[in-house]
């Protein structure tokens, strides 16, 4: 427990800056044992907004070593300042004047990784959120914009690269073998945006001409040994760049865009001005060494940074309760980028699938928040799926309401309406209403209520008069405005025609043939002239992030998984479907009768494979079952156990049933193609090893060679990994034990490879797995101060191999709370985020749950916890 409790900080309370700062002049002097950082920062106080004159000047710093202070050049006494907690406060100070500042701080001794820290040798930074008050004292808050230049000094033997933001100014060499260079960036940014690198690395060397015909050099920094896997990421820059010229009209606008790749790093990349800094993991990337998910992974972060520039960068956000405006929007435009460069619908699933497993879930739990959030104790919390990707799905709800044109419209708006500005979503959402000019006020609520609204929907159909009428019932008391794409489909599959007869009153144009606008608590739509019944099709490419509930019958399931135009609503119909044979399996294993899968499903997974006509990349999406995550997130009170055997039993049986299906499949597919990270290839993968993974599900043990020969013949990181993964996830323990050792001794000095192996078995769905995990952690590929393993087996463990986490005994729930105890002191951020799988704990039934709330309180009742890790176990253990 900790002394005092942790203050909330609430959007009502937002003020603008009492001081404004035009200039920032910082001086770095890197030394092993500590770092001098000198600064200079030309000031003002901010008359527009406050007329008082006489306020102090208030700068904040955490664990700084202060040296001295000069206001205008004159030296200040202690009798001048007060120095206190984490604020400096300094008594008087003009209207203008300049403010220097002496501090010294340890970044070799920063385990944090928030601020200036090394890592493999490197010095770094990452001053998102609340980073750069561990650099030097400063209004470390995003409203407050200023012009930096940069001075970098250290050996040169050892950091001959020395990088900050913006263009490169002026260099020198100095005594004792140092050297200087110096940057200045042009545009005006808040200090979360400030970079600084230092380092002996190669650069991966490119360049971009911008739409205005502009030259930018590109270039990946990298240590010398990653030099062979920078191509991928050098092409998605290129890619990125060129999408959103076309896309957005958004050019890039400094000469020269760095990425440097580092080892630890607590994210996945982050987007300071012209000089991005990324987890090695999402940018690192060759075919001897990635999996296609990682090129995809690096493909999508890549362009998400670079597209910050506009949506971030260039316009900013005021305080960090608007973190979505600029994350929803900037996933919002990678995913449509991921979308046009691979498959629309593909990307579609994905996203739906995290909202369903993981947003959801979140949004039902003690941590749920608006995407606008009016209160945090620490805002690190609040990097969480519902800011970043609700955020973007609430954009892409604008962008549907709003037609493609129109949506275009308002970002050109947005766009040039706050550039250089730090503002709030309401204007964004304004600039989305001033150019179409409409009102979005209902809409609105979607950033404001937390929670996932729920749509019931009922269907009538009158033969005779040859009408049909949708009622629709939104499970809250106040209406939000949800667009919810539909069709019907006549019973041969065509699209049925039907003139609509009436909406709820008033609201006339509700539907336009495809996107019907719910506004009401309830509201009908009547379909006129309607021959036959249709089967209606709802919440069309996921249009809205709700739970939609139409009760289909397993053959209107299977009918939709048939005939469904919308490639999305298709493959939703099969998860359904599987997802009501999986409930029945585990309603008769309750019940103690013997199981039977419904031949229905088998025979809609044999069309799949035989003729579905579906592209590899759906096909491989439509093969797989619900994620036993997902079956959890529909349930009452979650019985991991209960739900993990049910999906083993019904994906055993259909391994037999499909069994010569799938090997005549995945012969087709393994064919010997030289490895291409392109989506055809990628797909073409992925549905071999889908194929593979299912072979290795079946009773029949002749497939486990088919594993082990993948394993030992292929040329490529997707293809080893798959067969690793198979094994790791069988009953063939011996087979998987000769791989894995095999596949360590010719890996372990690529750690990004390592970082793959220790996941691979750390998420196994085997039981008795913990043991396991146990060796990993003390293993010397292991290291808990790198984000990237503690992920890898930690985070790996708790969220995939959910069977062991939620082992009977609570050994699982023990095992996470005495990492989190020990990361709590080492690197509050990563010890917060594994605190999530725990504090879900009232969702289990009671014999877990109650483990895990013990486990909750024995986290509590440390001392010195940080504020990160204070608020997410005090809100889940709080009273509901
Ligand atoms: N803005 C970055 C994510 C990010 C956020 C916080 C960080 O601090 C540890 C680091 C990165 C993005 O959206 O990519
Ligand atoms: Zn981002």
């Known amino acids: 427990m900790r002394d005092a409790q942790p203050k909330n900080i609430y959007l009502k309370d937002y003020q603008s800056p009492l001081f404004l700062i035009d200039q920032t002049h910082l001086r770095f002097d890197l030394f092993e044992d500590y770092t001098q950082v000198d600064s200079r920062l030309v000031m003002r106080r901010n008359r527009q907004q406050h007329q008082n004159n006489n306020e102090p000047l208030v700068l904040v710093g955490q664990q700084l070593a202060l040296l001295d202070i000069k206001v205008d050049g004159e030296l200040l006494t202690s009798a001048d300042y007060l120095l206190e907690g984490d604020l400096l406060t300094i008594y008087k100070v003009s209207n203008n004047f300049e403010l220097e500042i002496s501090n010294r701080i340890e970044p070799q001794n920063n385990t944090a990784l928030e601020g200036l820290y090394k890592s493999s040798g490197m010095f770094c930074t990452q001053c998102e959120a609340e980073g750069f008050r561990r650099i030097t004292y ?30 490169a100014v002026a260099q020198a060499e100095l005594a004792a073998g140092r050297h200087s260079i110096t940057w200045h960036d042009p545009h005006k940014k808040p200090c979360y945006l400030f970079a600084l690198v230092a380092g002996d690395l190669m650069v991966k060397d490119g360049s971009f001409t911008t739409m205005s015909g502009r030259m930018v050099e590109l270039k990946i920094f990298v240590e010398p040994q990653n030099i062979d896997k920078t191509d991928y990421a050098m092409d998605a820059l290129k890619r990125s760049m060129k999408w959103d010229e076309d896309k957005y009209g958004r050019e890039y606008d400094l000469d020269i865009f760095m990425i440097v790749a580092v080892d630890d790093f607590n994210m996945g ?43 971030g960068n260039r316009v900013t956000c005021r305080d960090w309760f608007q973190l979505s405006l600029k994350e929803g929007f900037t996933v919002y435009r990678d995913a449509q980028f991921t979308a046009d460069m691979n498959s629309k619908t593909v990307k579609r699933i994905e996203d739906a699938a995290i909202m369903r497993t993981v947003q959801f879930a979140e949004d039902a739990g003690p941590m749920a928040h608006p995407v606008q959030p009016d209160s945090f104790i620490e805002i690190s919390n609040f990097y969480t799926v519902t800011i970043y990707e609700k955020g973007a799905e609430i954009v892409g709800m604008i962008h549907k309401l709003m037609g493609d044109a129109g949506f275009r419209k308002g970002s050109d708006l947005y766009f040039e309406r706050h550039d250089g500005q730090a503002v709030t979503i309401d204007e964004f959402v304004s600039a989305m209403e001033d150019a179409n000019n409409t009102s979005l006020t209902q809409f609105k609520r979607w950033y404001k209520v937390a929670g996932t609204p729920r749509v019931d929907v009922v269907s009538h159909y009158d033969a005779e008069a040859k009408s049909y009428r949708l009622d629709f019932k939104q499970s809250t008391s106040e209406a939000f405005l949800i667009p919810i794409e539909l069709g019907l489909i006549a019973q041969d599959g065509s699209v049925l025609e039907a003139s609509l007869s009436s909406c709820a009153e008033n609201k006339a144009d509700c539907y336009d043939g495809q996107l019907f606008q719910l506004t009401e608590t309830e509201q009908s739509l009547i379909f006129s002239d309607v021959a036959e019944e249709p089967v209606p099709s709802l919440l069309r490419d996921f249009s809205a992030p709700i739970k939609l509930n139409y009760a289909y019958s397993r053959d209107q399931l299977l009918f939709l998984m048939q005939f469904d135009s919308d490639g999305f609503n298709r493959w939703d119909a099969g998860q359904n479907l599987a997802l009501d044979v999986i409930f029945e399996v585990m309603q008769q294993q309750k019940n103690g009768q ?42 009452a009170e979650i019985d991991i156990h209960a739900i993990n055997n049910a999906r083993s039993q019904v994906q055993a049986i259909l391994a037999d049933a499909l069994a010569e299906d799938l090997l005549c499949l995945y012969e087709k597919l393994n064919t010997q193609t030289a490895y291409l990270p392109e989506p055809a290839q990628m797909a073409q993968r992925g549905l071999k090893n889908t194929a593979l993974a299912y072979l290795l599900k079946s009773s029949d043990p002749q497939y486990c060679q088919l594993a082990v020969n993948q394993f030992g013949t292929n040329d490529n990181m997707t293809d080893s990994m798959a067969a690793l993964s198979s094994l790791v996830n069988s009953a063939y323990s011996t087979a998987a034990s000769i791989a894995l050792e095999e596949f360590y001794q010719q890996w372990s000095a690529e750690p990004l490879v390592v970082n793959q192996w220790l996941a691979v078995q750390a998420g196994s769905v085997e039981y008795g797995n913990l043991e396991n995990i146990n060796k990993l952690l003390s293993h010397e590929a292991f290291d808990i101060k790198n984000p990237n393993k503690v992920r890898s087996v930690i985070g790996t463990f708790a969220g995939q191999s959910l069977v062991n986490f939620h082992a009977v005994d609570g050994a699982g729930y023990q095992l996470l709370a005495d990492k989190i ?33 013990k486990q909750l309180q024995r986290i509590m009742a440390q001392e010195d916890l940080s504020k990160d890790v204070y608020e997410v176990v005090s809100k889940s253990l709080a009273a509901e």
């Open 138 to 167: 400063y209004l470390d808050r995003p409203d407050v914009m200023s012009i930096f230049t940069t001075e970098v000094i250290a050996d040169k033997a050892r950091y001959p690269i020395l990088l900050s933001n913006g263009n």
């Open 269 to 311: 990349a982050m987007e300071n001005k012209g000089l991005n800094i990324f987890n090695s993991s999402c940018v690192l990337a060759n075919p001897q060494t990635a999996t296609d998910a990682a090129y995809q992974r690096i493909e999508a972060i890549v362009a998400h940074e670079y597209f910050h520039n506009w949506s």
């Open 594 to 635: 013997p199981i039977t899968v419904d031949q229905r499903l088998i025979t809609a997974y044999q069309g799949l494979l035989q003729q579905s006509g579906l592209d590899y990349a759906m096909l491989a999406k439509a093969m797989l079952l619900p994620s036993v995550s997902y079956i959890a997130e529909t349930q």
């Open 821 to 853: 105890i020990l990361l709590n002191t080492l690197n509050p951020q990563i010890a917060s985020r594994l605190v999530a799988p725990l504090s879900k704990w009232r969702r289990y039934v009671a014999s877990q749950g109650v483990q895990m709330k």
